[in-house]
């Protein structure tokens, strides 16, 4: 039979504590909507005590949302917990979050008390709490650091106070994961009145172990995950619900499932990302860019054959519409032509073999090909005139300082060198071609144009010249615009002489 996992999100309290990602209320309504639709069973919505706003904020959303648990946080202090209390009147299910520090280093040097005194703030909290609203969870703040024994008397007495769920933060990240989980067994068995309460993982990832902690405290007994969007949160931040959530929807033998609609996860990551301006590292689990990218040529070519044999989860279960073949310099012949035929330009091995080499030079140029660069290297590769080719060019240029370029070309199965000067780079460049070929050709039309506005990107040149009378017309392109500019002049020549 299987088991629910409960989603408890900290994005609008936990993850709004990071330095310049605060939100104000209407963006708090827009994110606390769509963790709704999202389908979290408990949305933390603040800590009504610290400010007007978050009180507000509180209040606002209470009344936007229907469906989730709202939650407001306090300390074990009665004016925190009136106040959560009254901002929380107009939710359908308003719970409090109450609870103080269990650890040696907070029992002693932020409280300068005892462990039988925060006991008793702790079941005080709990009973007036309980008083106010209808459902009450307890956290014991550094829960990670605190001696197991000690912390099961703490769980046992506010259990008996009223508190339904139980908290058990690793606040500072640094429990690591096989002890998570033993702390939570150990509770699951020692605690004897544990059965009238969930606990609940709140992991933060200090050093980089909040999903395997969360996990961990899963795997043996907990039953509400504390989690946000992204992975935001305080310092390195909190778990991540998209990687909890993908866990346990990957790994169903657990007999554990959320109640979160995964297809909703990439709009949401997109939502908060934007809102409190804080971009999501490229190689995120589940929703970086990079998540579902494969760029490596032995990757691309099993990911062709059968999409399992490199991705482990279906982009279209987070809401991708299909993962990305990016194309480097790592690239293979199977992923260029994938590409190719997905932009319906369908070539032959031969036409396929004698692109790719130009291929891997621009993208040793570029680092990342895009559809754009690609028609242009298939433009290119139809037009090129092999009876004239450039094999190296260098200009030499600057300010007070006349433009020469030095070209050489294969010509007529031939091998030839120049030196050209001119008015910058190109005409110097032009005029060496010119001394090569030995004929009058006049430049009529000169046009460059930029694919994208990157500056390491593609430049296209268009060009006409005039040979005997006629017009010929050329077409190069190149990250370099000296070399587009002297392939699109060959292109044009090249025609002119045949």
């Given at each position: 039979?299987k088991?629910?996992?409960?989603?408890?999100?900290t994005?609008?309290?936990?993850?709004?504590?990071?330095?310049?990602c605060?939100?104000?209320?209407?963006?708090?309504?827009?994110?606390a909507?769509m963790?709704?639709a999202?389908?979290?069973?408990?949305?933390?919505?603040?800590?009504?005590?610290?400010?007007?706003?978050?009180?507000?904020?509180?209040?606002?959303?209470?009344?936007?949302?229907?469906?989730?648990?709202?939650c407001?946080?306090?300390?074990?202090?009665?004016?925190?917990?009136?106040?959560?209390?009254?901002?929380?009147?107009?939710?359908?299910?308003?719970?409090i979050h109450?609870?103080?520090?269990?650890?040696?280093f907070?029992?002693?040097?932020?409280?300068?008390?005892?462990?039988?005194?925060?006991?008793?703030?702790?079941?005080?909290?709990?009973?007036?709490?309980?008083?106010?609203?209808?459902?009450?969870?307890?956290?014991?703040?550094?829960?990670?650091?605190?001696?197991?024994?000690?912390?099961?008397?703490?769980?046992?007495?506010?259990?008996?106070?009223?508190?339904?769920?139980?908290?058990?933060?690793?606040?500072?990240?640094?429990?690591?994961?096989?002890?998570?989980?033993?702390?939570?067994?150990?509770?699951?068995?020692?605690?004897?009145?544990?059965h009238?309460?969930?606990?609940?993982?709140?992991?933060?990832?200090?050093?980089?172990?909040?999903?395997?902690?969360?996990?961990?405290?899963?795997?043996?007994?907990?039953?509400?995950?504390?989690?946000?969007?992204?992975?935001?949160?305080?310092?390195?931040?909190?778990?991540?619900?998209?990687?909890v959530?993908?866990?346990l929807?990957?790994?169903?033998?657990?007999?554990?499932?959320?109640?979160?609609?995964?297809?909703k996860i990439?709009?949401a990551?997109?939502?908060?990302?934007?809102?409190?301006?804080?971009?999501?590292?490229?190689n995120?689990a589940i929703?970086g860019?990079?998540?579902?990218?494969?760029?490596?040529?032995?990757?691309q070519?099993?990911?062709?054959?059968k999409?399992?044999?490199y991705?482990?989860?279906?982009?279209?279960?987070?809401g991708?519409?299909?993962?990305s073949?990016?194309?480097?310099?790592?690239?293979?012949?199977?992923?260029?032509?994938?590409?190719?035929?997905?932009?319906?330009i369908?070539?032959?091995?031969?036409?396929?073999?004698?692109?790719?080499?130009?291929?891997?030079?621009?993208?040793?140029?570029?680092?990342?090909?895009?559809?754009?660069?690609?028609?242009?290297?298939?433009?290119?590769?139809?037009?090129?005139?092999?009876?004239?080719?450039?094999?190296?060019?260098?200009?030499?240029?600057?300010?007070?300082?006349?433009?020469?370029a030095?070209?050489?070309?294969?010509?007529?199965?031939?091998?030839?060198?120049?030196?050209g000067?001119?008015?910058?780079?190109?005409?110097?460049?032009?005029?060496?071609?010119?001394?090569?070929?030995?004929?009058?050709?006049?430049?009529?039309?000169f046009?460059?144009?930029?694919?994208?506005?990157?500056?390491?990107?593609?430049?296209?040149?268009?060009?006409?010249?005039?040979?005997?009378?006629?017009?010929?017309?050329?077409?190069?392109?190149?990250?370099?615009?000296?070399q587009?500019?002297?392939e699109?002049?060959?292109?044009?020549?090249?025609?002119?002489?045949?």
């Amino acid at each position: 039979m299987k088991e629910k996992v409960y989603v408890f999100d900290t994005t609008l309290r936990d993850g709004e504590q990071v330095p310049g990602c605060q939100l104000n209320t209407v963006e708090k309504i827009e994110v606390a909507r769509m963790l709704e639709a999202l389908g979290v069973d408990v949305i933390e919505a603040g800590f009504p005590v610290s400010s007007p706003g978050d009180f507000n904020s509180v209040v606002e959303i209470s009344k936007a949302v229907t469906n989730p648990t709202i939650c407001a946080l306090t300390r074990a202090v009665e004016k925190d917990i009136e106040v959560a209390a009254d901002a929380l009147k107009l939710a359908k299910q308003g719970r409090i979050h109450t609870g103080i520090g269990t650890s040696d280093f907070h029992i002693k040097y932020k409280f300068n008390s005892t462990p039988e005194e925060i006991i008793e703030r702790a079941v005080r909290a709990v009973k007036f709490a309980r008083n106010l609203v209808g459902e009450v969870e307890f956290y014991a703040e550094d829960a990670g650091r605190t001696e197991n024994k000690y912390l099961a008397r703490v769980v046992e007495a506010t259990i008996d106070a009223g508190a339904t769920i139980i908290n058990i933060p690793d606040t500072t990240g640094y429990t690591l994961p096989h002890e998570y989980g033993a702390k939570i067994k150990y509770l699951t068995e020692h605690v004897s009145n544990i059965h009238k309460a969930v606990l609940s993982t709140h992991c933060h990832n200090d050093l980089g172990m909040a999903t395997a902690n969360t996990l961990s405290g899963i795997l043996n007994g907990a039953r509400q995950v504390e989690v946000a969007i992204n992975g935001i949160g305080e310092r390195a931040g909190n778990t991540s619900l998209e990687e909890v959530v993908m866990i346990l929807k990957s790994h169903k033998k657990q007999g554990l499932y959320t109640g979160i609609d995964s297809k909703k996860i990439m709009p949401a990551s997109r939502l908060v990302s934007t809102l409190m301006r804080m971009p999501v590292q490229p190689n995120k689990a589940i929703v970086g860019r990079n998540a579902f990218a494969h760029s490596s040529g032995i990757h691309q070519d099993g990911f062709l054959k059968k999409r399992e044999t490199y991705e482990i989860i279906n982009p279209k279960d987070v809401g991708l519409n299909q993962s990305s073949i990016i194309l480097t310099a790592r690239s293979g012949r199977a992923a260029l032509k994938h590409r190719l035929e997905e932009m319906n330009i369908k070539l032959s091995k031969p036409e396929l073999d004698e692109i790719y080499p130009r291929f891997l030079e621009l993208a040793d140029k570029k680092k990342e090909i895009n559809d754009e660069d690609l028609l242009v290297l298939v433009d290119c590769d139809k037009s090129i005139d092999k009876s004239i080719r450039l094999i190296g060019l260098q200009v030499l240029c600057g300010k007070n300082l006349q433009a020469s370029a030095t070209v050489k070309l294969c010509y007529k199965g031939e091998e030839f060198v120049e030196v050209g000067l001119g008015n910058g780079p190109i005409d110097a460049s032009l005029n060496a071609i010119r001394s090569i070929v030995k004929q009058k050709i006049h430049l009529e039309d000169f046009v460059i144009q930029a694919i994208t506005r990157g500056s390491n990107d593609i430049g296209k040149v268009h060009m006409s010249v005039e040979y005997k009378g006629v017009l010929f017309y050329g077409f190069g392109a190149n990250t370099d615009i000296v070399q587009a500019s002297v392939e699109a002049f060959l292109d044009a020549i090249g025609k002119a002489l045949k």
